[in-house]
């Protein structure tokens, strides 16, 4: 079954040029959609505003750029505990965390956020996401220091969700995850530029990928 | 040659409660004026952690960096203020201080506006020099910090993983403006994890390997 994303308003107090208006958009019943566009575009703004978008079909988890907005807890476990209120699996939890790259998982289980790098809390995150598994799933630059190896892990595991009919959003700059997704939603100035699948946009002579700010390479330019 | 930023027998661990995490131990390394020098390392291997220490914002538990011969004071990042010292941070979010992007450019006093609004419109970023900083996507927020950056005169540039949130028009101007302040003397040290960005630099140290040996550039 297609997804359908509701058309989308959104403004920011003190900026009265920007304005996310997007309409309502149909995407491929399969595959995860990834949104592109220049810095300040709106990808974070469509991202926002759909997690906002109360509906009893779709209620969209979040990932944001900032974790500090997310992590709130002292400890991952702490963390689950708190947004779950049951006992966690801590067997699937570890897995999931040495899948991220830990190479021991279960010391990182209690580990004080407080004591762990960017890379490390960008990883107990989607550690975090994989593991509560919400059925729709906005990632917003998720690679942002982590490695290669831990984004292919990454992709890997969004490939899986087909299997459960997880929906995956991904705001990304990076060509590997843009050239791995059913659909692409391509934002300018806050509105909606083009929509399609990938691989139809990609052949199409007129559509460039650098026209949206996606980079080849992740950083060589 | 002398060393422009000198790491002399560091040792530097966090602490929160019981638990304690280790980052470095007899750290020392010279890097020279006008040095390139990219630095790279797994999560958690102390990337951040030396930028922050080369501005004073944490204090080693042992050893000291000095910047110019001068030892870095902990708590007061004199070398910033001084404008010997220009810093790209890896989070922006924390940097702001004024309302308004033009606000944000004056805040340093020794910054030169022309020359920020020169490299925001290099950056096509004009558009925002009235914009309330809290309304810039992650992205802007990064470009107008590279404006900021970009329009120093300082002699020792230091950048943690800055290529982050910017799209591709944004990080080739920025690979561009690094080339040209390598050649102009500048010292550049380039916190990177990704092999590509390392090739920026001309030398470069992986904290995972190297450290914590005597690395003389």
């Known amino acids: ?62 990932l944001p750029q900032y974790l500090d907005r997310i992590l709130f807890a002292e400890n991952l476990v702490e963390q689950l505990e708190t947004m779950l209120s049951q006992t966690l699996d801590h067997s699937l939890l570890s897995e ?44 917003d630059e998720p690679d942002i220091g982590i490695t290669a190896k831990e984004n292919m892990v990454l992709l890997s595991k969004i490939g899986n969700l087909k299997a459960v009919d997880t929906r995956v959003i991904l705001i990304s700059h990076n060509h590997e995850f843009v050239k791995g997704s059913s659909d692409l939603i391509c934002l300018k100035e806050g509105r909606l530029d083009r929509v399609g699948k990938t691989d139809e946009l990609l ?19 | 040659m002398g060393c422009h930023v000198q790491v002399r027998e560091l040792a530097l661990g966090y602490r929160w409660n019981d638990f ?42 042992e050893g000291d960096v000095l910047i110019e011969g001068i030892a870095v004071k902990p708590g007061y990042p004199e070398a910033v203020r001084n404008n010997r010292v220009a810093y790209l941070a890896q989070q922006i979010e924390e940097l702001f201080y004024g309302d308004t992007v033009r606000q944000e450019l004056t805040y340093d006093q020794q910054g030169n506006l022309p020359d920020q609004l020169q490299v925001l419109q ?22 107008v910090a590279l404006a900021q950056f970009m329009a120093s005169q300082a002699p020792l540039l230091i950048l943690d993983e800055p290529s982050s949130y910017l799209d591709q028009h944004r990080a080739a101007l920025l690979k561009h403006y690094l080339s040209k302040a390598h050649q102009a003397g500048k010292t550049i040290i380039h916190i990177t994890q990704y092999n590509a960005e390392i090739a920026w630099g001309s030398h470069s140290i992986d904290l995972d390997t190297d450290a914590p040996e005597v690395l003389e550039l």
């Open chain 2, 20 to 61: 304690e995490r280790l980052v470095f131990q007899n750290l020392n390394l010279c890097i020279p004026f006008g040095g390139f020098v990219s630095v790279s390392g797994s999560n958690g291997s102390g990337k951040s952690s030396l930028v922050k220490l080369c501005l004073g914002l944490i204090s080693a538990d």
């Open chain 2, 122 to 143: 290099d950056l096509e970023l004009e558009h925002l020099v009235d914009r309330n900083v809290d309304s810039l996507s992650g992205g802007e927020r990064q470009a």
């Open chain 1, 96 to 139: 999931l965390l040495y899948e991220f790259g830990f190479s021991e998982p279960k010391r990182v289980l209690d580990f004080p956020f407080i004591l762990m790098s960017g890379g490390e809390r960008r990883r107990v995150a989607l550690s975090c996401i994989f593991y509560l598994q919400p059925k729709h799933i906005i990632l």
């Open chain 1, 203 to 221: 052949i199409e002579p007129s559509f460039t990928l650098s026209e949206y700010g996606v980079r080849f390479q992740r950083v060589d330019v």
């Open chain 1, 1 to 62: 079954m297609s997804l359908i994303l509701p058309a989308l308003k959104r403004q920011y107090p003190g900026n009265e040029t920007f304005v996310l208006n997007t309409p309502e958009i149909t995407l491929s019943d399969k595959g995860y959609t990834c949104v592109i566009g220049r810095n300040g575009s709106g990808k974070s703004s469509l991202g926002e505003a759909l997690a906002e978008h109360r509906s009893d079909e779709q209620l969209w988890y979040y």
